[in-house]
């Protein structure tokens, strides 16, 4: 049999350790060499296909795929890790000794004290903790530059509000979003493009926290209405093309008119 086979067919080998053991070897000398010619940069793409992929899984509630892209996605962490060791840096033990820590420290009320906290209680204790611990040098600090701006505008306001800066009831951003067309329009009448840009911006805000008032990822809610779009697009598409014309040859009018009926039917 061959070495490295029989090394990863020890059957006292448990699944993670297993794991662990293959990307050891794919990385040796007797490995393979692109394994060994990765590095934490050149594995990047991979990290966030991955990641794209355990969300779609979750989206779709396919609970076989997200089984699958689990594992793909653990891959991925265990091949930085193991990177990292190959460089003297850290382990994966080191990884999962850090966050073990981290998630006692930041969960006095289960670990320390048995109180029982509702959700916004933790978030607000949570964000606290590293403030006080000097974790974080800022309440906004820690969100990444790379994340989609919708969700850091949505983890922004998650943050501020954790430590008490937030609208009271979902009304009140009702009002802002009023607010913000009303500056959005003023800008526009003045033809100033960069500040209607500005204003924007404050509107996508806006309606980041309007969706977290509600606990609705927007995001993902986007990512919904962009595939309705789709679908109703692809619809009107092939009403224009069974029809023998081109879009150039329906008004705007008519082509509402079928839109309007294409989302009647599918109603």
């Given at each position: 049999m061959n070495e490295n086979k029989q090394l990863i067919s020890n059957p006292k080998l448990k699944p993670f350790e297993k794991l662990l053991l293959i990307m050891e070897i794919?990385?040796?000398?007797?490995?393979?060499?692109?394994?060994?010619?990765?590095?934490?940069q050149s594995l990047i793409p991979y990290l966030i296909e991955e990641t794209y992929e355990v969300v779609e899984a979750i989206e779709v509630a396919d609970s076989q795929e997200l089984k699958e892209e689990l594992g793909d996605l653990l891959c991925q962490i265990v091949f930085h890790s193991q990177l990292a060791k190959d460089s003297g840096n850290f382990t994966i033990e080191d990884s999962i000794e850090h966050i073990s820590e981290k998630l006692i420290r930041r969960?006095?009320?289960?670990?320390?004290?048995?109180?029982e906290l509702n959700p916004d209680e933790v978030r607000e204790q949570w964000e606290n903790i590293k403030i006080?611990?000097?974790?974080?040098?800022?309440?906004?600090?820690?969100?990444?530059?790379?994340?989609?701006a919708l969700t850091m505008a949505f983890r922004m306001g998650e943050k501020a509000a954790g430590v008490g800066f937030d609208w009271e009831k979902p009304a009140d951003v009702f009002y802002k979003l009023t607010e913000e067309i009303n500056e959005i329009k003023e800008a526009a009448e003045i033809d100033n493009k960069e500040?209607?840009?500005?204003?924007?911006?404050?509107?996508?805000?806006?309606?980041?926290?309007?969706?977290?008032?509600?606990?609705?990822?927007?995001?993902?809610?986007l990512k919904s209405a962009l595939g309705k779009f789709k679908k109703r697009f692809d619809?009107?598409?092939?009403?224009?093309?069974?029809?023998?014309?081109?879009?150039e040859n329906y008004t705007l009018e008519e082509l509402e008119e079928i839109w309007q009926q294409n989302k009647k039917e599918a109603d």
């Open positions: 794919l990385r040796s000398p007797s490995g393979c060499a692109w394994d060994r010619k990765q590095t934490h969960h006095p009320h289960v670990f320390e004290d048995n109180k006080n611990s000097g974790e974080k040098k800022s309440v906004l600090s820690g969100l990444p530059k790379s994340m989609p500040r209607v840009s500005e204003e924007i911006g404050d509107l996508l805000f806006a309606v980041a926290s309007l969706s977290r008032k509600y606990e609705i990822n927007p995001e993902q809610a619809k009107l598409e092939q009403t224009v093309v069974r029809s023998g014309n081109t879009f």
